[in-house]
């Protein structure tokens, strides 16, 4: 097993997966992720393009894969960074060409210096090129002048590939279905985010900055050997109705429920876990009352996620739901039917009830095939996270209910018989969070 959790073989799997699904008259380019300017000279941590670490596992910037099916003198070929005893002094140890075939499983490897040079040559003779548009603009224009250079040398015998197609349509695919490997690491990701949020249930208490909660919950990821995979969200009292909220700098009053939207990424694969809880350890009746019916609305979604049914039906559930007991509690009014179809319910609830999850926290994958919500099929895993969001500023309804936000969010894969969780064990109804806060 390799430091990344997947074995080796693994990656070369995926590698030959992918070149049978392009064709033998085929190349696939695969660009690292840049390095990021913070400020001046100081960077923002590296993270590795998420389809370059999929097929490889090879963490450096300045890399460039190239696959070429049916290739007689090497298929997977690695342009990476030479060793540089100078270099690495300063930033760490390079794999370098040799550590690429030898470490990585790579059919050949380059230096990166050498990729004007070659990948014309690998170009030529090609009818298809997979790549990610778009996505890079300055590498799109290094691709577009190699291209350009075949073009040149046709009336030679040159002949230049004629297609140019989304690597996406291939890979996102591939990458929706996770292995038993890829499982392991995101059972991992989520109990060191269920162990993390409890730290931040445990740390609870009025006068707490959001900061403060912030800082337990990275310091469990950081401990564990992970990292956050997204910017923690930490929102007291009406933040909590800010669905991407990033200031992390209210103090908590009591009184006020605190959600926190907190994941670890270990290994690439990230977890995604929300909890709501009040930051004195006791809900309001209100505040129990939202939290329930958002609990309900979960249960109902969860119910949905079984092989064989639309993904969008857990979406429509938890709208029922939610939208039936918003009208029980006096907070929308009418018939259910018509609630539902005008979208009258999405003044308290804006978002999706979920999305894919893997290497990245919104994963690739189709939602929708020729217009129909996909069916689930085992391998496929994504979030459950109904909420609530009462504005504080809304007078259309009583001033009891207002600056009441809520979500509740849980990590899950299908399986054959069903579905796991990957996230249990962290207190998720109202009874649960305080028990759990009374024993701190």
């Not at 004007?116 to 298809?128: K, Q, S």
């Not at 907190?262 to 009352?289: C, W």
């Amino acid at each position: 097993m390799s430091a990344t959790g997947i074995p080796a073989l693994g990656y070369a799997r995926r590698r030959r997966q992918l070149m049978r699904m392009a064709g033998d008259d085929a190349i696939l380019v695969l660009p690292a992720a840049p390095e990021r300017i913070r400020s001046r000279d100081t960077h923002y941590p590296y993270r590795q393009d998420s389809d370059l670490w999929y097929l490889t596992g090879f963490a450096e910037p300045e890399a460039v894969l190239v696959l070429v099916p049916g290739r007689r003198h090497g298929e997977a070929l690695l342009f990476c960074r030479e060793r540089d005893p100078e270099r690495e002094g300063w930033d760490g140890p390079r794999a370098g060409p040799e550590g690429a075939v030898e470490a990585f499983g790579m059919d050949d490897a380059y230096p990166i210096d050498d990729l004007d040079e070659i990948l014309p040559g690998l170009l030529e003779g090609r009818t298809r090129v997979y790549y990610h548009f778009g996505r890079d603009t300055e590498f799109d224009l290094k691709l577009i002048g190699w291209l350009n250079r075949v073009r040149a040398q046709v009336r030679m015998g040159a002949q230049p590939p004629h297609e140019f197609l989304e690597l996406g349509h291939l890979l996102d695919e591939m990458r929706l279905f996770k292995s038993r490997d890829e499982l392991k690491l995101m059972r991992r990701a989520a109990k060191i985010s269920v162990q993390a949020h409890e730290a931040a249930m445990r740390a609870a208490r009025p006068g707490i900055h959001e900061y403060e909660l912030q800082a337990e919950l990275e310091r469990v990821f950081r401990a564990a050997d992970a990292e956050p995979a997204y910017n923690s969200i930490v929102g007291a009292g009406p933040n909590a109705c800010v669905l991407h909220y990033r200031a992390n700098a209210a103090q908590a009053r009591a009184g006020d429920l605190v959600l926190v939207d907190a994941g670890a990424e270990y290994r690439g694969y990230a977890a995604d876990i929300t909890r709501t809880f009040p930051v004195n350890g006791r809900f309001t009746t209100e505040q129990r009352a939202l939290h329930d019916l958002v609990g309900a609305a979960q249960a109902a979604a969860l119910a949905q996620a079984r092989p064989g049914v639309p993904y969008e039906a857990g979406h429509k559930a938890a709208v029922e739901t939610l939208t039936e007991g918003l009208l029980k509690l006096g907070l929308l009014k009418g018939k259910l039917e018509k609630n539902v179809a005008d979208g009258t319910y999405k003044r308290y609830y804006r978002h999706k009830t979920g999305h894919w999850l893997g290497l990245d926290v919104h994963d690739v994958g189709d939602y929708r095939i020729d217009g129909e919500s996909r069916l689930l099929e085992p391998g496929m895993a994504f979030t459950i996270e109904p909420g609530l969001y009462v504005p504080a500023d809304d007078t259309t309804v009583a001033e009891k209910w207002r600056g009441i936000g809520i979500r509740i969010e849980d990590d899950v894969v299908v399986t054959n018989a069903g579905h796991e969780v990957l996230t249990t064990g962290l207190a998720r109804s109202a009874d649960e969070i305080e028990a759990f806060m009374a024993a701190r």
